[in-house]
Nanobody, 124 residues
Framework: QVQLVESGGGLVQPGGSLRLSCVASGFTLDYYAIGWFRQAPGKEREGVSCISSSDGITYYADSVKGRFTISRDNFKNSVYLQMNSLKPEDTAVYYC?????????????????WGQGTQVTVSS
């Protein structure tokens, strides 16, 4: 069964950090670009960060640039999102998703799999 499972969300104070993980099962992530997306209540889903399949090219939304870092470990079939200096406006459900093409993923096109999401809440 093809599946992506996110974990690592939670409640954190402003300025804090969280590390999200996304583990794939039933397929290998080696040949896919992987992205993190988020959706806050009442807002549209937005792309947060993406990483290419082979050469490690990364993309960050302006709102998270300099604070978030995406990485992947193909040996563990996993991708991570290190989130530092969190702000209340980062509060959302975070999803990982795959697409065979990096540029498509950056454009928000997802033709692969979606995870079920993990809640991140930034609040004092």
């Amino acid at each position: 069964q093809v599946q992506l499972v996110e974990s690592g969300g939670g409640l954190v104070q402003p300025g804090g950090s969280l590390r999200l993980s996304c583990v794939a099962s039933g397929f290998t992530l080696d040949y896919y670009a992987i992205g993190w997306f988020r959706q806050a209540p009442g807002k549209e889903r937005e792309g947060v960060s993406c990483i290419s399949s082979s050469d490690g090219i990364t993309y960050y939304a302006d709102s998270v640039k300099g604070r978030f870092t995406i990485s992947r470990d193909n040996f563990k079939n996993s991708v991570y999102l290190q989130m530092n200096s969190l702000k209340p406006e980062d509060t959302a459900v975070y999803y990982c998703a795959t697409d065979p093409d990096y540029e498509s993923l950056v454009a928000g096109i997802v033709r692969g799999s979606w995870g079920q999401g993990t809640q991140v809440t930034v609040s004092s």
